[in-house]
């Protein structure tokens, strides 16, 4: 299954969980989750995909997908997840960072 169709089909079971940081930044900026919901399922393609080290995870490369659309009222969000393993829950999709579009993000 392609990527970005695990992704949506995470978000529509409601498989998702958001850092504190995502959190912050979406009172910063008004969005509500499913603003950010209705960007993914939106979505047409996964801008990039980041190797990132995790510090938490001693240094292992894990991958982000960033992902920018727009929610059903034309706000353009972009959203930096990953997809995880948790106990015996499948998968959810992480939210890292969730907030509106800017010319340099």
């Given at each position: 299954?392609?990527t970005?169709?695990?992704?949506?089909?995470?978000v529509?079971?409601?498989?998702v969980?958001?850092?504190?940081?995502?959190?912050?930044e979406?009172?910063?900026?008004?969005?509500?989750a499913?603003?950010?919901?209705?960007?993914?399922?939106?979505?047409q393609?996964?801008?990039?995909?980041?190797?990132s080290r995790s510090?938490?995870?001693?240094?292992?490369?894990?991958?982000?997908?960033?992902?920018?659309?727009?929610?059903?009222?034309?706000?353009?969000?972009?959203?930096?997840g990953?997809?995880?393993?948790?106990?015996?829950?499948?998968?959810?999709?992480?939210f890292?960072?969730?907030?509106?579009?800017?010319?340099?993000?």
């Amino acid at each position: 299954m392609e990527t970005l169709d695990r992704i949506k089909r995470l978000v529509l079971c409601g498989s998702v969980r958001f850092t504190y940081k995502a959190r912050d930044e979406m009172r910063l900026e008004g969005i509500k989750a499913s603003d950010v919901y209705e960007a993914i399922v939106n979505a047409q393609r996964i801008f990039k995909v980041l190797n990132s080290r995790s510090r938490l995870r001693g240094g292992l490369r894990e991958k982000l997908y960033v992902i920018k659309s727009f929610s059903f009222e034309g706000t353009l969000i972009y959203t930096k997840g990953k997809i995880v393993t948790e106990g015996n829950r499948e998968y959810y999709y992480i939210f890292i960072s969730a907030k509106i579009n800017t010319i340099d993000s």
